[in-house]
């Protein structure tokens, strides 16, 4: 194995970073660019190229955040054939060496194609807090491939985070039933070309991280699953390699044959934190971390919801343990002093006045809200309605057949969260099918209630609705299909003081993520540190 520190300059010098303009390359880097000095260098790299045949290439170059933000960071690539020494290189943005990290093999076989798919997972532990690094991902023989990050402040900081859901690829999949005789191609995947400006959107942003809530290629229904799952990492890579994307697995992760209950192939691609508890069939699907005195619960629906929406119908797979994963780690957020923001990224929804869509889900409403209102979780990003819906703060339900949430409040430019959660709908994320036009005037809500026998044909359960009114809705976007939501953490500066998110909704408009904003905001509660216990950062949660 050539000696990393040598092939992590070298390969740093060959794209122009070590220039007269060093800083301005480093910026360049950090910012998701190449320095147009990379063009004209004819350093080579001191490794050996692998044979053509046998050494795929470091694909879908990806982060995602450890426990603690501050301090872990996973480097994931995939590949088609199995590699060695698969490793991630970690050195400064002035392109010093620090250290190289193995990464772990996993992998799975698409059970459509019987393709086996080889993901790769370096995590990088012991990083220090608000610091800026840049990486490189490789194996034998094939060019490494670098990216950039940033970690998480420890303690109380600023920052930004992005989400949204329902995204598809842009790319053609599939070839057409056309009987023209010419060959054409159509995407199958639900995507489109919105799907292609997302990434370039949240860039515009440069969050600390981004939520995806579910829903993320629809490789499920594609003719070519794996072909799907790579060109959705092609797509979002270039956000990805430069910022944690956070995964919360949607019905459409849900992959007929692939494990036990479909999730295999989300499985592998992503390396989030372990939990507790879990099992080989539902590690990773539900996990948290921490960004500052944010508090960041993922959570995985078909667990508990009615509809079934799916390549299986699951409901119910982890026989309450997520339940109980949930309240544990709810009620300890709400006891750390250290803890202000509780978040929920999840993919279905409670709340929906989109017509002839999917609907609210009954389910949620009897599992989960309950324990949003307890331990007074903050705010809930979802997708899976294809549209951006918010609600007021709710706290409590009816006493009907959907559990209407009741709202607390009903001012909509300044939120105080210790009132009640804010749900977020999020599913404009690139799909081809959006909801924004199927809106009921006035508001209204579709809850699913329960399912039908299987249908003998397609061995689908119905969905039983029932209608309600939507006292809880406090915006919607009817006019635009595709955006994202960004949420700007100010910490405050006094122990027990007021801390604040202020919230933007932008509409995504262009090829190169141009953005126009739909809204902003204002979540506020108080600080959970005070002048006597003091504000000592996230040191208790390692």
């Not at 594609?222 to 944690?244: L, Y």
């Not at 992760?253 to 934190?273: D, K, R």
């Not at 939501?485 to 995504?508: H, I, L, Q, R, W």
Request: hydrophobic share 30%; net charge negative; proline share 6%.
């Amino acid at each position: 194995m050539t000696d990393d520190k040598e092939l992590f300059s070298t390969g740093f010098s060959r794209r122009g970073f070590f220039t007269a303009a060093g800083a301005a390359s480093a910026a360049a880097v950090l910012a998701g660019g190449t320095p147009a000095s990379a063009a004209g260098n004819k350093t080579t790299l001191p490794s050996a190229v692998g044979d053509p045949l046998t050494t795929p290439i470091v694909n879908g170059l990806h982060l995602q955040f450890g426990d603690d933000a501050s301090s872990e960071v996973v480097v994931s690539w995939h590949t088609l054939q199995p590699v060695k020494q698969a490793r991630a290189m970690l050195g400064e943005i002035d392109g010093s060496y620090g250290r190289s990290q193995d990464a772990v093999e996993t992998s799975y076989v698409d059970a459509k194609s019987g393709q086996r798919v080889y993901a790769y997972h370096a995590k990088l532990a012991e990083l220090a807090p608000s610091h800026d690094y840049v990486y490189a991902a490789i194996h034998d023989g094939a060019q490494p491939e670098f990216g950039s990050f940033r970690t998480g402040p420890r303690g109380r900081g600023k920052f930004t985070f992005t989400s949204f859901g329902d995204q598809g690829t842009p790319t053609l999949g599939k070839k057409s039933g056309s009987t023209s005789g010419n060959q054409q191609w159509v995407n199958d995947n639900l995507g489109s070309p919105a799907a292609g400006d997302m990434p370039a959107g949240v860039e515009r942003v440069q969050p600390l991280f981004h939520l995806f809530n579910g829903d993320l290629c629809y490789a499920n229904i594609s003719e070519n699953r794996v072909r799907t799952w790579t060109d959705f990492w092609d797509n979002n890579s270039r956000s990805a390699r430069h910022r944690p994307w956070m995964p919360a697995a949607g019905n459409h992760e849900n992959e007929l044959g692939n494990g036990p209950i479909g999730y295999a192939a989300y499985q592998t691609y992503f390396s989030v934190p372990p939990q507790p508890g879990q099992t080989d069939l539902t590690r990773g699907l539900w996990y948290s971390f921490t960004a500052g005195s944010v508090r960041v619960i993922s959570l995985a629906n078909d667990d508990v919801c009615y509809q079934d929406g799916g390549n299986s119908y699951v409901r119910g797979y982890s026989k309450g343990a997520q339940k109980a994963w949930l309240e544990n780690e709810l009620s300890a957020a709400r006891s750390d002093k250290n803890i202000d923001w509780v978040v929920v990224c999840m993919h279905q929804v409670v709340i929906s006045t989109a017509g002839s869509f999917n609907g609210a889900d009954l389910g949620i409403r009897q599992e989960w809200v309950p324990l949003f209102d307890k331990y007074g979780v903050d705010l809930v990003v979802c997708g899976h309605e294809h549209h951006y819906e918010r609600s007021h703060p709710i706290r409590g339900q009816q006493a009907n057949a959907t559990l209407t949430p009741i709202p607390a409040d009903t001012r909509t430019d300044v939120i105080d969260t210790t009132k009640g959660t804010v749900h977020m709908v999020l599913g404009g994320g690139g799909t081809s099918v959006p909801s924004n036009q199927l809106f009921y005037n006035p508001p209204s809500c579709r809850v699913i209630t329960s399912v039908g026998a299987p249908d003998p044909t397609t061995n689908k359960r119905p969905p039983v609705y029932v209608q309600e009114d939507a006292p809880w809705s406090a915006q919607r976007d009817a006019a635009n299909s595709y955006g994202f939501a960004a949420f700007s953490v100010d910490p405050g500066t006094e122990p027990g003081g007021p801390t604040k998110m202020e919230v933007t909704y932008y509409n995504v408009t262009g090829p190169q993520g141009q953005l126009a904003s739909f809204e902003s905001f204002t979540l506020q509660r108080p600080r959970s540190d005070s002048h006597q216990q003091g504000g000592n950062g996230n040191k208790d949660r390692g």
